[in-house]
């Protein structure tokens, strides 16, 4: 029943979450794939995001990159992520992998950076990379980052829908 209900609720969440994108006109930022975790020092607040989606497990750590003038937040619901405040980004790291390796299927972390409206990097997005005969080559996990308002970014995690489909056709079939 809980788990019904949270499915229910995330489901309710992102459907609003992209209501509200699509209304307020505001354009997304970019990610790209950052293999290289040397350049990033200073501190952070880490955003651990944990949430399922039908049969999906979806896990996302979000290092937000303190000391520039946004906030990132999740788009969601309390309870599907927590944040832990001034840590120091090498520190931060070790805990989103950690995190991040709890998923099943794990195989490893990929980096991501986030760039603000001004072409800066805001933060690290951390995503679990996932053993190749499980999902194929492809990621299962779509965030979409916006700014709602002057000093926020506002994220939306969820999963991308014909992965989930490929699932319930490979959970059919056995």
């Known amino acids: 029943m809980v788990t019904k209900m949270r499915t229910l609720i995330t489901t309710i969440l992102s459907v609003s979450a992209l209501l509200v994108v699509s209304c307020a006109g505001s354009s997304n930022l970019r990610t790209e794939i950052f293999p290289q975790t040397g350049s990033i020092e200073g501190?952070?607040?880490?955003?651990?995001?944990n949430a399922h989606e039908d049969e999906l497990q979806i896990k996302i750590a979000i290092l937000d990159i303190s000391g520039d003038e946004f906030t990132i937040e999740p788009f969601a619901a309390k309870f599907n992520y927590r944040i832990i405040r001034g840590l120091d980004v090498d520190e931060a790291l070790v805990l989103a992998e950690d995190h991040l390796s709890k998923a099943d299927f794990y195989d490893g972390m990929e980096l991501r950076r986030v760039f603000g409206p001004g072409g800066n990097v805001v933060a690290i997005e951390g995503r679990p990379v996932y053993e190749p005969f499980i999902y194929g080559p492809l990621d299962i996990t779509d965030t979409t980052y916006y700014v709602p308002e002057q000093g926020l970014i506002k994220v939306i995690v969820r999963a991308i829908p014909l992965k989930?489909?490929?699932l319930r056709d490979m959970q059919q079939t056995q």
């Open 164 to 166: 989930r489909m490929g």
């Open 43 to 49: 501190k952070c607040d880490l955003i651990l995001y």
